[in-house]
């Protein structure tokens, strides 16, 4: 089945530096990799996401990248600031549907100010 | 807004008990799941449903079952609950037209 590899697990940036966080997955059928945000005690929420046939998507501060052939893509996050430190999961489908999700262990991101 | 409703934020059992952790969605999705979340490891899958009594496996389903009698319900169920399902258990839905999932709130279960 799926395998999704997630690194660093923790990242300690200054407020306006950049943070990037990697992921590897196993199955080349997968075809959708999100990226979730968990603030402490709440929910995971979608950040951003990109499909197998798109290489790079940007949402402002945000971007995501993607190499099909290495099986590997990447969150970058620009500018940071405190409201981003939270923990980062990646995640990659695991059927063709694109609906169920294998995550990655998660990146706990603290940014100083 | 888009609901997904889990029935208890914490719960308290016994080891060897039965237990259901019920989830409800109001927004007429067909795909609902279980994640378990536990530190350093993230979520893992548990099970899934993709329409009405239909199921599958997710990555660790071992000591768990499901049940999907109606569309808007997912439960959950620890047939004999140990110490190592204590957990943060989340529940998720998505229409299948649209793969972001709308988590609930969590269901943090100890089990003693």
């Keep these: 089945g799926e395998n999704v590899e997630q690194h660093p697990s923790t990242l300690s940036v200054q407020e306006g530096d950049s943070a990037v966080i990697k992921c590897t997955y196993s199955d080349s059928a997968s075809n ?17 996401d990109i499909r197998s046939n798109v290489g790079e998507k940007k949402d402002q501060r945000i971007a995501v990248t993607l190499n099909k052939t290495a099986k590997h893509f990447s969150l970058h996050i620009t500018e940071t600031q405190p409201e981003d430190s939270a923990v980062y999961f990646c995640a990659a489908s695991i059927n063709q549907a694109g609906t169920a999700l294998i995550f990655g262990k998660g990146t706990t991101l603290s940014v100083s100010s | 807004d888009v609901k997904v409703t889990q029935s208890s934020r914490y719960l308290v059992k016994r080891t060897g008990e039965k237990v259901f952790l019920e989830c ?15 530190p ?21 389903p071992e000591g768990y079952s499901v049940s999907r009698e109606k569309k808007e319900r997912f ?19 998505n229409p299948p037209t ?5 988590f609930g709130s969590g269901t943090q279960l100890s089990v003693l």
């Excluded at chain 2, 439960?75 to 839905?93: K, P, R, V």
């Excluded at chain 2, 649209?98 to 709308?102: A, C, H, R, V, Y």
Aim: aromatic letters at 16%; charged letters at 25%.
């Design chain 2, 24 to 38: 409800v969605q109001d927004m007429d999705h067909e795909n609902m799941f279980w994640y378990r979340q536990d």
């Design chain 2, 75 to 93: 439960s959950l169920i620890l047939e004999s609950a140990s110490t190592n399902q204590t957990s943060m258990y989340l529940c998720a839905s």
């Design chain 2, 40 to 60: 350093g490891l993230g979520l893992r899958l548990i099970y899934f449903s993709y329409d009405v009594k239909m199921k599958e496996k997710g990555d660790i």
């Design chain 1, 32 to 48: 959708y990799f999100p990226w979730y945000k968990q603030e402490l005690g709440k929910r995971p929420q979608l950040i951003i």
């Design chain 2, 98 to 102: 649209n793969e972001k999932l709308f």
